[in-house]
């Protein structure tokens, strides 16, 4: 039987999720998501309707509603699932997730919190309340939780690495930053995201080696290489590496040059070759001037 508070005003997103599990509104409603979150809340709903004392399957809805922004819902089945069976499942970490998708980030904490004080190893958790902590303004202590999070996460993802990365930016830590992007390639591989996302930062500490080494990976998976071409002249062009940076822009007008006349004639590649041309320029006149301010040895 479902408790009292489920039918409380307090929670109107829950009625269509309680209506479904009875049976009563067809899960094509359109307060349900579709294609594969859709078909699990179906199967849940049967399942529910056979066993409703199924702590399990009260726990795994909580998950699958909170995905769908029911976090309201989301709470309640959390509920059940510790009335049914008290400390069996990681209740609080769902509540954090909820709490975090209701905007409720002090309340995040709170659940986060038990939940790590007695499961340290939980990687998710960390990584929850690092947000919960940002959320709240604390910056700077979030950065312990995020760190924990990618210790204690043993198969890294793309977005994982990159929001830690983007956390210790935002706290003026630029260096260890670009020190977990490369950690993440060497995990994943040439991810973009993070093969990008690494070059902006190793370009802001001037490490124009770096750069450069993530520009050829760039180049190497590009559909086009003519972009990283003009790029890795660019780099080669702030890191003061004059001769190397004119070749790279000279490399890129005789690329360009011998294309067929369609792709030589497109916007994008008449646009390199302007850009080409004009850093040729720019460099020449460099040198000129260096050249003619140079001391005359006697």
């Known amino acids: 039987m479902l408790s009292k508070s489920a039918s409380s005003p307090r929670f109107p997103r829950l009625i269509p999720v309680l209506l479904a599990i009875a049976g009563l509104l067809p899960l094509s409603s359109p307060a349900f998501g579709h294609g594969g979150l859709h078909e699990r809340l179906a199967q849940l709903a049967a399942e529910l309707k056979k066993n409703p004392a199924d702590a399990r399957l009260h726990f795994e809805l909580a998950d699958v509603i909170c995905q769908h922004g029911d976090w309201q819902a989301s709470l309640l089945n959390l509920d059940r699932v510790d009335e049914l069976a008290p400390g069996k499942y990681l209740t609080d970490l769902l509540r954090g997730q909820a709490w975090l998708t209701g905007g409720q980030p002090e309340k995040a904490k709170k659940a986060l919190d038990r939940l790590l004080a007695a499961h340290p190893e939980c990687a998710r958790a960390w990584l929850l309340r690092a947000r919960a902590a940002q959320q709240l303004g604390a910056g700077p202590g979030s950065l312990a939780d995020y760190r924990e999070a990618l210790a204690r996460t043993a198969l890294w993802e793309p977005d994982l690495v990159r929001e830690t990365a983007d956390a210790l930016v935002a706290q003026g830590c630029t260096k260890e930053a670009v020190q977990v992007l490369a950690a993440g390639i060497g995990k994943l591989g040439d991810v973009p995201a993070l093969v990008l996302r690494s070059l902006e930062l190793e370009l802001s500490v001037k490490n124009f080696d770096a750069a450069l080494r993530r520009v050829e990976a760039l180049r190497r998976t590009a559909p086009r290489p003519e972009p990283w071409?003009?790029?890795?002249?660019?780099?080669?062009?702030?890191?003061?590496?004059?001769?190397?940076?004119?070749?790279?822009?000279?490399?890129?007008?005789?690329?360009?040059?011998?294309?067929?006349?369609?792709?030589r004639g497109s916007h994008a590649m008449s646009k390199l070759a302007e850009d080409a041309r004009h850093a040729l320029s720019s460099l020449a006149s460099l040198s000129a001037s260096a050249f003619s301010t140079a001391p005359i040895n006697p």
Request: charged share 25%; net charge neutral; no cysteine.
């Open 229 to 263: 071409m003009a790029r890795r002249a660019s780099v080669l062009a702030q890191a003061g590496r004059i001769e190397e940076a004119r070749a790279a822009w000279q490399a890129l007008v005789d690329h360009l040059a011998a294309l067929p006349n369609l792709e």
